[in-house]
């Protein structure tokens, strides 16, 4: 069974940094596409960061230029790093995963985390 665990979440304040973690298990890591959502009280859930399995990254506009998200195949990891933390980045920061198909016609698995609060404060 595929399993996301997030870490690294927590206070910061505006202007701070926080790196958040997630570890993959269950399945072949570096062949899933993989990526970081978050949903903050109110709002529905939206793509921070993604990362596909040959390592090209794209990134929210409100949130380029000051979150990089990399991966570490060795490890099974994806990572968040952000930096000049604004206040409405408070969310919940979810990780996600898409295996891929064992076939061609097979249509791929989606798997999430349990996500990992981040508070900012001014």
């Known amino acids: 069974q595929v399993q996301l665990v997030e870490s690294g979440g927590g206070l910061a304040r505006a202007g701070g940094s926080l790196r958040l973690s997630c570890v993959s298990s269950?399945?072949?890591?570096?062949?899933?596409?993989m990526a970081w959502y978050r949903q903050a009280p109110g709002k529905q859930r939206e793509l921070v960061a993604s990362?596909?399995?040959?390592?090209?990254?794209n990134y929210a506009e409100s949130v380029a230029g000051r979150f990089t998200m990399s991966r570490d195949n060795a490890e099974n990891t994806i990572y968040l790093q952000m930096n000049s933390l604004k206040v409405d980045d408070t969310a919940v920061y979810y990780c996600?995963?898409?295996?891929?198909?064992?076939?061609?016609?097979?249509?791929?698995?989606?798997?999430w985390g349990k996500g990992t609060l981040v508070t900012v404060s001014s």
């Open positions: 996600y995963a898409r295996r891929p198909p064992p076939t061609v016609e097979a249509r791929p698995m989606d798997y």
């Open positions: 990362i596909a399995a040959h390592g090209t990254t």
């Open positions: 269950g399945t072949i890591f570096r062949r899933n596409d």
